[in-house]
């Protein structure tokens, strides 16, 4: 008798709508956490934004920065501001995508039951990657409204921030996605964040130009996710449109569709499907 090879891990994600009850699950269980859930996500980089950015600000003053319309003085707070709001963007996603999708695929099974439905394993990691970003889109536009509110920028092009925000949540999401396929228990984790956010939050310029860095690490951090959510998201703040937007959007879609892919090959693999 002829043999079928399975399908490889690799090979081509098998999508559909049924990817939509499983997002809509996890939505109504957050709703039932999502005060506190809100209250965490934007309670860090809030207390970042006040004690860098007023306390450091008072020192700085304003931040020399180079845009196409030649070198700009900008207040401090309003550099700091632009920049962590996408660290936000990244560490809620982040968070979402490894403890919470963890705990969900190997500690809860809650992946397994959702399966004994007809739900494919490729939707189901495609609702987790989407929840995640919405999920960080959530907090960010919380973050957004306090920044207005102490009129840190009062710029109408911040509308346009709102879905650069959700594709960066989107993108980070894919990347811890890949980690959460590896993990076997969540110490795992502190590998992603030590030796992978973190770094990339100093290097991206969230805190200080990267012009200050040395040419080496600042031609290397031209292509960090972060640092390209950044540089489109800052002129906004600045009532400016971001320079080479097509570059940035190409990097961020590149590590989405790569980390995505990625992803799913390993949970793949994991699952052994």
Known sequence: MPTTT????????????????????????????????LVGNIAEPLMWLVAFGYGMGALVGQVNMVTP??????????????????MSAMNAASFEALYSAFSRMHVQKTWDGIMNA????????????????????????????????????HSPKLLLAIPVLLGAGIAFSCIALVFN???QGYDFFTYYFTLFLTPMMFLS??????EQLPDLLRHFSDWLPLTNAVELVRPLFMDQW??????????????TVVG??????LTRKRFGR
């Open 6 to 37: 399975p399908p490889s891990h690799w090979s081509a994600p098998r999508l559909s709508a049924r990817w939509w009850p499983v997002f809509l699950r996890n939505l109504l269980v957050w709703r039932k956490l999502a005060v506190p859930s």
């Open 69 to 86: 319309q030649g070198t700009v003085a900008v207040p401090y707070i309003l550099f700091l501001a632009s920049g962590s709001i996408c």
């Open 118 to 153: 007809p739900v494919s394993l490729d939707d189901v990691v495609l609702a987790e990657m989407l929840w995640a970003g919405f999920k960080a889109l959530f907090s960010v536009c919380a973050i957004m409204v306090v920044m207005l509110a102490l009129g840190i920028s």
């Open 181 to 183: 396929a590896l993990a």
């Open 205 to 210: 310029g969230v805190f200080f130009p990267r």
């Open 242 to 255: 971001p320079d080479r937007a097509w570059l940035h959007a190409l990097v961020l879609l590149v590590y």
């Open 260 to 265: 995505f892919w990625t992803a799913l090959a």
